[in-house]
């Protein structure tokens, strides 16, 4: 058993929509594919992944590092012990050869975005969706038969006006979403208020309502919109600060009571 390639392509993903620190016009993403040599239902096994929007493809890091340490290795050091199928920590521990430990950047959405892959690749070939071959291994079988979601939305575009706002939020609750999340950030404090009246009309209740300001806050602006946010009630307040600046995120909790998220662009 063995891998036979790994293909990545950069494809693109543009679109006019912004958020408060960067707008989509020229984003990118990578699709990986991992070829194997084993055969299921008359096919070749292929697992697949692909990268968040908003880190742009990781190609050129791929191919210049990752995906050749992968082909060039032993393959029986990438099966398991059964031999019957990938080792994705095998895998992982292959593709961070000669990498410095930590670290804050791009290499870790090459390398997850092949392990996505890679993870896929080990479904299939045990013939069982994923969530359920994670279940078997590492959760004596027991599988959430729920996973708690909510619709992320309400960028920033041009031509983008209240009602058409409401519109989209309308069309999530139409989805059966019952909390969704909004951008803010780009605009005024006063604007932004306006935009979250306008979507918890549509919504409800500020319970309903999570809002995003994609790290773009310094201290003092951050506060500032606490302070605007605090009567609404929302889910969560995320992301107000560089997401590498706990010494803003700790101060902000002592202004804020209210429920707070963070963590997305903290990688290891």
Request: aromatic fraction near 10%; charge should be negative; proline fraction near 3%.
């Amino acid at each position: 058993m063995k891998i036979l390639e790994i293909r990545e392509k950069t494809v693109s993903i543009a679109s006019p929509i912004a958020n408060a620190y960067i707008d989509f016009s020229k984003m990118t993403c990578s699709v990986v594919a991992v070829v194997t040599d084993v055969i299921r239902d008359g096919k070749r096994v292929v697992g697949y992944g692909f990268n968040s929007n908003g880190r742009y493809g990781q190609g050129a890091l791929m191919r210049d590092r990752f995906i050749a340490r992968v082909l060039e290795a032993d393959p029986a050091s990438l099966v398991d012990e059964a031999n019957d199928n990938l080792d994705p920590f095998a895998i992982w521990k292959t593709l961070m050869t000669n990498e410095k430990p930590g670290g804050h950047g791009e290499r870790s959405v090459a390398v997850g975005t092949i392990d996505m892959a890679v993870w896929d690749a080990v479904a299939k070939i045990a013939g069982v969706p994923l969530w359920r071959l994670l279940a078997d291994r590492y959760r004596d079988g027991v599988a959430d038969d729920k996973v708690w979601v909510y619709a992320a939305g309400g960028y920033y575009y041009p031509g983008r006006d209240h009602g058409k706002l409401q519109d989209e939020m309308r069309g999530y609750l139409d989805r059966g979403y019952s909390v969704v999340k909004m951008k803010i950030g780009a605009v005024s404090l006063e604007e932004d208020l306006a935009r979250i009246e306008a979507v918890i009309d549509v919504v409800g209740n500020g319970g309903c309502l999570a809002v995003d300001a994609n790290g773009r806050f310094d201290l003092d602006t951050a506060i500032a919109y606490a302070e605007g946010l605090k009567p609404y009630g929302l889910f969560w307040y995320e992301e107000a600060g560089d997401p590498l600046d706990y010494a803003l995120q700790a101060e902000l909790a002592k202004h804020y009571d209210l429920p707070m998220a963070t963590g997305e662009n903290l990688f290891s």
